[in-house]
């Protein structure tokens, strides 16, 4: 069996007063696809920096590719959180210079700048300078940058920002072609569902601690899910009230947008019985019990939802 593609053994960081990262292990298998999520602050951006030797460790151990850290690096694709491109360079320029970077041979390099460009939509992007670029091109652009060499390891700090619905789903799916060919990669978010659509492992930081790593069916498995949703026939908020008397339900509310009340059931109690219930006191449209979420499980293991805002700082 191949050897974990990064290994951490009690990182810590520490900037100032400010403890970044506590005594953090974990391991990263080969062709795996792990979401680094948590709040602003978490230590995510942190450890990234410290996987690609940006930072270094004041305590413990990293091996990145089986290798220290800083020999892997032309073996990994690094997205940072801070875009940047050189502005006045033109994209196929700018592309062919940071593939020779990475030890890219000039045979066929060309050919590769424009087919990751069609990939990405930009063909005609090519001989712009990249200042001429909006910022959601420009992100694109750094997307290839990193990803052109054909690394072993992907690793990618809040890929989704700034991103449209469009642009988004985009680079979903060139992620998930990059999983497909075997590479490993990491990525930061705190887009949830994006996390939860992605990846095959998650971690989860608060505080500078890891505090959750597991699959998502694991996750699934151990966060059970305790809500029920229920549809009326009479799509009356009232129906809520109503549902909030039943035996084993410890808080009812109506949800407008799904014209449905959702119904939180105690831990000692069997969701499906509370379902029978909930049919037998009223005519329902539907009801169903709701799958655990990885904003459900933020929400109970850090005691608080992301913000909407992107991350800032070192997250």
């Known amino acids: 069996m191949n050897a974990p593609a990064v290994i951490l053994r009690n990182v810590s960081k520490r900037f100032g007063e400010v403890q970044a990262v506590r005594g953090i292990s974990l ?43 800083i020999r892997a690096k032309d073996r990994i694709g690094y997205l940072p959180e801070e875009r940047g491109l050189y502005r006045r360079m033109r994209v196929a320029e ?10 890219v041979p000039p045979a066929g390099l060309g050919r590769r700048v424009e087919g990751w460009l069609e990939r990405v939509q930009l063909p005609e992007a ?20 990193s ?3 054909e690394p072993e390891l992907v690793i990618l700090d809040e890929p989704f920002s700034g991103l449209d619905p469009v642009n988004a ?22 887009v949830m569902h994006q996390a939860e659509q992605l990846c095959d492992r998650i971690v989860l930081i608060n505080r500078g601690e890891k505090i959750l790593d597991a699959t998502m069916p694991e996750i699934r498995a151990r966060f059970d899910p305790r809500t029920v949703q229920a549809e009326p026939v009479a799509a009356d908020p009232s129906c809520a009230d109503a549902l909030a008397r039943l035996a084993g339900v410890e808080h ?5 947008e799904r014209r449905a009340a959702e119904l939180t059931v105690a ?24 799958r655990t979420s990885l904003d459900d499980v933020f929400v109970e293991l850090v005691g608080e939802a992301l913000p909407p805002s992107e991350e800032s700082g070192n997250g």
């Open 27 to 69: 391991e990263v298998q080969r062709g795996s696809l792990t979401g680094f999520i948590g709040p602003n602050g978490a230590g995510k951006s942190t450890t990234i920096r410290m996987i690609m030797s940006i930072i270094h460790p004041d305590a413990g151990t990293l091996e990145v590719l089986g290798a220290d850290a």
């Open 267 to 290: 831990r000692d109690v069997d969701p499906q019985q509370v379902m029978r219930e909930a049919m037998a006191s009223m005519p329902m449209r539907s009801v169903e019990l709701r």
């Open 147 to 149: 990803v052109i060499h």
């Open 169 to 190: 789903r985009l680079l979903n799916r060139l992620i998930r072609e990059l999983h497909s060919q075997g590479r490993t990669i990491i990525f930061s978010t705190h």
């Open 252 to 256: 009812a509310h109506w949800v407008p």
């Open 94 to 103: 700018f592309l062919r210079y940071m593939a020779t970077l990475k030890g």
């Open 126 to 145: 090519a001989r712009k300078r990249c200042q001429e670029l909006s910022k959601g091109q420009q992100q694109k652009i750094q997307f290839i940058a």
